[in-house]
């Protein structure tokens, strides 16, 4: 299994339509990504505007099909421009 944390920081102006984009997004997976296993995208209680996607993917396969998706390209490229830091894909192992 491949396991991703994703943070990022949006301009505070932009947290509702974060919110619903993220939303949205994360729909689309379930629908379309059986080898997606979890994604869950959580807001910082304390501050805001720092968000950080979680998932896990059964294997680089299903990561490929997550990264390719028309889905995908579209959330980014509404996200992005909202940024003040950019999103950060960092792999991480589970300890056992």
């Given at each position: 299994?491949?396991?991703?944390?994703?943070?990022?920081?949006?301009?505070?102006?932009?947290?509702?339509?974060?919110?619903?984009?993220?939303?949205?997004?994360?729909?689309?997976?379930?629908?379309?990504?059986p080898?997606?296993?979890?994604?869950?995208?959580?807001?910082?209680?304390d501050?805001?505007?720092?968000?950080?996607?979680?998932?896990?993917?059964?294997?680089?396969?299903?990561?490929?099909?997550?990264?390719?998706?028309?889905?995908?390209?579209?959330?980014?490229?509404?996200?992005?421009?909202?940024?003040?830091?950019?999103?950060?894909p960092?792999?991480?192992?589970?300890?056992?």
């Amino acid at each position: 299994m491949i396991h991703v944390f994703v943070p990022y920081k949006v301009k505070p102006e932009s947290i509702e339509k974060v919110k619903e984009i993220v939303s949205k997004f994360i729909s689309e997976i379930n629908r379309n990504e059986p080898g997606t296993l979890f994604y869950k995208s959580f807001q910082q209680a304390d501050d805001p505007t720092f968000f950080t996607h979680i998932m896990t993917f059964a294997d680089s396969e299903a990561e490929m099909i997550h990264k390719k998706s028309t889905y995908c390209r579209a959330f980014t490229d509404v996200l992005y421009p909202l940024c003040e830091v950019m999103p950060k894909p960092i792999t991480q192992n589970e300890i056992n």
